[in-house]
């Protein structure tokens, strides 16, 4: 069994952690373009960790490595949505249904209640 402080420990100087979430910050368009589909997931495994490594470090009193570590889980969160809209736009939103038919009346597009009062007359 690994004890907290040792996996506090493992992270090296508070220096280091804050250069890490400097970095992801400097890389995440690169790596959210380049590798989307691998960024999504690991983005958001590393934002729950770091979260609770942040909680830990506050219940350590060790209250820079905590703010540190609280950085670099929102870094990871923005990387994993910033790889998920890359996802959408490069292959289209995620639809199980089909999408709606497109009621143009006069030249307008009505949507939603407007299209379907037209389905009534």
Same mark, same amino acid.
């Given at each position: ?30 790596? $959210?373009?380049?590798? +989307? !589909?691998?960024? #999504? %997931? ?5 934002? =729950? ?39 959408? $736009?490069?292959?289209? +939103? !995620?639809?199980? #249904? %089909? ?5 143009? =009346? ?16």
């Amino acid at each position: 069994m690994v004890s907290g402080s040792t996996v506090l420990h493992m992270l090296g100087p508070d220096e280091n952690v804050w250069l890490c979430a400097l970095g992801l910050a400097l890389l995440t368009p690169a790596l $959210a373009t380049v590798v +989307p !589909r691998l960024m #999504r %997931p690991l983005g958001g495994a590393g934002a =729950v960790a770091a979260m609770a490594a942040a909680f830990l470090a506050t219940y350590r009193e060790q209250n820079i490595l905590a703010v540190a570590l609280i950085t670099f889980a929102i870094t990871c969160g923005v990387t994993a949505s910033w790889s998920a809209s890359t996802l959408r $736009a490069a292959i289209g +939103p !995620r639809r199980s #249904r %089909p999408m709606p038919r497109q009621r143009v =009346v006069g030249g307008i597009v009505l949507r939603g209640a407007s299209a379907r009062a037209f389905d009534h007359l």
